[in-house]
């Protein structure tokens, strides 16, 4: 497999992964410029890039907007160079300038991808059940973890997680475990939750028998920083409700804290970098990569291109 669909196969493996990343699409191109129409990319939180999308004067850019696209979470239409086609009033629109040298023109469609919230319930009862395929009803992941219970007796059975083993699963910043052991096994499957880095994880109970287990955590040699991150009894407190009903108090909660950005992967965003303008074409460098440099009346200069360069050094006019 090569070219695009390398780039969407590695996709899909970093989307199982839970790993953000933006694929960077090109849309239109008017050469002459190495990227092509259909040509895609993967940008990871870090910078790093596995595919192609454009050479020196767009990918460092394409780069750098990626990441604060991620950041953001909204998808943009990167427009690089001169005469691009006007896109839809409703689009985000970036334009940036090319490189002096280049009379081509990009525009790459950069798209974030960020995983859903994952819930993952922990025991074999109704209200668990019911979060699960509320949480897929509203588009997240929901693994349901059961140590006593067949797979195929369950509403959606491709969730169904047959044991206890948290080790084996992906759980980030954007993960939540909700137990509802109905008091089987509470303690144990609290215990394996807080040393996730989950960052909220529940306890379906009343608050008398939450009361109960808490304090059993505490004998157990839990500290209270750690029993602090406990939601119990989970979600909002709407009284004495059925299992369905406890689901949606859950899922309430969920959907609240994930629209206050509690459920949000913590990726770095692109550092503050120092930057400089090209004297002769006024584009905008990044000292620390560029590669032309001229010293002149002991004041630095950095440009974008060797021929920026040379008309420079050779006693060119800058930039109005």
């Not at 960077?24 to 595919?51: C, E, F, N």
């Not at 959606?156 to 047959?162: K, L, N």
Request: aromatic share 4%; with cysteine.
């Amino acid at each position: 497999m090569t070219g695009p669909g390398r780039v969407l196969a590695e996709a899909a493996a970093l989307a199982r992964a839970r790993q953000p990343f933006v694929l960077a699409s090109v849309v239109w191109r008017r050469g002459p410029t190495s990227g092509r129409a259909g040509s895609k990319a993967l940008i990871l939180a870090d910078g790093t890039v596995r595919g192609w999308i454009g050479g020196a004067c767009a990918e460092p850019t394409v780069i750098e907007q990626a990441r604060r696209c991620l950041q953001c979470g909204e998808a943009v239409l990167l427009s690089l160079g001169e005469g691009c086609p006007a896109s839809p009033a409703d689009q985000s629109v970036l334009e940036v300038a090319m490189a002096c040298e280049s009379d081509g023109a990009l525009q790459v469609f950069l798209e974030p991808m960020v995983p859903a919230v994952h819930v993952i319930g922990i025991g074999r009862s109704p209200a668990v059940d019911a979060l699960a395929s509320m949480a897929l009803a509203i588009g997240w992941d929901a693994t349901v973890v059961d140590d006593g219970g067949r797979a195929d007796e369950h509403p959606h059975p491709e969730i169904v997680r047959t044991k206890l083993d948290l080790a084996d699963m992906v759980v980030d910043e954007r993960t939540a475990i909700v137990v509802g052991t109905q008091g089987h096994y509470d303690d144990i499957a609290l215990a394996a939750a807080l040393r996730t880095p989950a960052p909220y994880v529940g306890l379906v109970a009343s608050a008398r028998r939450a009361v109960t287990v808490v304090d059993q955590l505490r004998a157990d040699g839990h500290d209270e920083e750690t029993l602090a991150r406990l939601r119990a009894p989970a979600g909002l407190d709407l009284g004495s409700l059925g299992n369905a009903e406890i689901a949606v108090a859950i899922l309430a909660d969920l959907v609240a804290r994930e629209a206050r950005g509690e459920l949000d992967l913590r990726h770095p965003g692109p550092a503050e970098r120092p930057t400089a303008v090209d004297p002769i074409c006024g584009m905008t460098v990044h000292p620390d990569e560029a590669r032309y440099h001229s010293l002149r009346h002991g004041i630095d200069h950095w440009f974008c291109s060797s021929g920026c360069k040379r008309e420079w050094d050779g006693g060119g006019d800058p930039a109005p």
